[in-house]
């Protein structure tokens, strides 16, 4: 197997490296969803609720099944899982190709899809590499969540622009191909579970015993054993109330971003590049809250992200033609994936490793709720209203409501982070 020397790149790098990759490749069919929804609502005739139900039911049934993802990869590992997920990724994709009536699509993109990219993909490489690192957790986390925000700046341009080419079938089938071809060999080749599969404690230090125990690092106040124990805790509210709105705000944007945008006089193509602009942004935000949050703490720049995109929804509807669509993207793009390296980070740190994939998994699930309701709310209302105005409105008021809960988590209380004494490992 892999080995390395005492003076190499820590193997934590090559998974962080790996994860981002497969982030950036797999993430095609949500961020690009939006792409499709106008040209498979023109040759089909559905309406804007209609094809947003199949966008809401993924994001619910990727957040129902996270937790149950979580206790597979707490129990297995992650690398069996996202190998079997990506598999399964590629396959649905390309059989998105033959849609022909919305009840495919909602069986393939909001279940098959939804599952899929719950075992393999995003997720799953947070998790992970929240094994491998301590110290520099937010930093590490924070590379994989710029993989997927590379992926958007990537992949929604050229979706725009290959579906005039060769039509919405193809350009499904492309993007399963990429899984398939891509991040597929790269998980099989490069993904371990743990950093003690190379003798190793997180953070590359060397362990005596050849296993990484952990011991090395502070047990915090909440740590627990046992992963419901954590529901007994105010933080862990806070930190599911968050990623709820977090959900909220974040979904509706996916979906309804580039309909919003065309609808009100922007070509296809430019209203393609406002969300690409937006996701390179996402890269420099995620980074800047991953390296401040490993040195000046989780919870206030947590509070500061939501506020700074509540602001970015204000602009979005008061600010005329291009200074709101782009003005959105810009502000809302620095603040866009920085809540995951902050919100994983805070989560392990003050509830430990031991059920990081099932503690991720549950916060991911007030993601995904949050997330469904408000896509299908925001369709609902655009058919009603002829306007995103109202959903799009309280997207904003909600993060003010994210924004003050996050300043109020008593990070140094119960972070692991401001421990000074480890918990002795003998019995």
């Known amino acids: ?36 929804v106008l040209p498979m609502s023109e040759e089909f005739g559905w309406s804007r609720s209609a094809i947003s139900l199949a966008a809401s039911v993924a994001a619910l049934v990727g957040g129902f099944s996270q937790p149950f993802m979580g206790r597979i990869f707490d129990k297995v590992g992650g690398r069996r899982l996202m190998l079997c997920g990506l598999l399964s990724l590629g396959a649905a994709n390309i059989l998105l190709a033959f849609t022909n009536h919305i009840v495919h699509l909602v069986l393939v993109f909001g279940v098959i899809v939804a599952l899929s990219e719950s075992a393999g993909a995003f997720n799953t490489s947070v998790a992970l590499v929240a094994r491998w690192f301590h110290r520099r957790r937010a930093t590490a986390v924070a590379l994989i969540s710029s993989g997927a925000s590379l992926g958007g700046l990537i992949l929604v341009p050229f979706i725009a622009f290959v579906i005039p080419l060769v039509g919405w079938r193809t350009t499904w089938a492309i993007l399963g191909l990429f899984i398939l071809c891509l991040a597929l060999p790269v998980a099989f080749f490069v993904i371990r579970n743990d950093p003690s599969e190379m003798g190793r404690l997180p953070d590359g230090e060397e362990s005596p015993s050849g296993q990484a125990t952990g011991a090395s690092i502070s047990r915090g106040p909440l740590e627990v054993d046992h992963w419901m124990k954590a529901f007994t805790s105010i ?114 740190e003050v509830y430990g490793l031991k059920n990081i994939g099932t503690l991720n998994g549950v916060t991911f699930t007030a993601h995904q709720i949050g997330g469904a309701l408000a896509i299908q709310f925001s369709g609902m209302m655009r058919d009603l209203t002829g306007a995103y105005t109202i959903p799009f409105a309280l997207g904003g008021l909600c993060l003010l409501f994210a924004s003050v809960v996050s300043f109020s988590i008593q990070e140094k209380r119960y972070s692991s982070r401001y421990v000074s004494v480890p918990e002795p490992t003998s019995s």
Not at 2 to 27: N, P
Not at 275 to 289: E, K, P, Q, R, Y
Not at 329 to 337: E, K, Q, Y
């Open 1 to 36: 197997m892999f080995r390395q020397s005492k003076d190499g790149i820590y193997y934590g790098w090559l998974i962080v490296a790996a994860g981002t990759f497969i982030a950036m490749v797999s993430v095609g069919p949500f961020s690009g969803f939006g792409v499709f």
């Open 235 to 348: 933080p862990f509210w806070q930190l599911l109330g968050g990623y709820f709105v977090c959900g909220v705000s974040t979904s509706m944007i996916s979906t309804h971003y580039v309909p919003y945008a065309i609808e009100k006089g922007f070509s296809p193509s430019l209203a393609a590049t406002a969300f690409g602009l937006m996701s390179a942004l996402n890269v420099a935000g995620a980074l800047l809250a991953g390296v401040l949050g490993d040195r000046v703490g989780r919870k206030n720049l947590l509070g500061l992200v939501y506020l700074m995109r509540g602001m970015g929804y204000v602009v979005l509807l008061t600010a005329p033609g291009l200074w709101g669509l782009f003005g959105f993207a810009v502000i809302s793009g620095f603040s866009w994936i920085a809540t995951v390296p902050l919100t994983t980070s805070l989560t392990a």
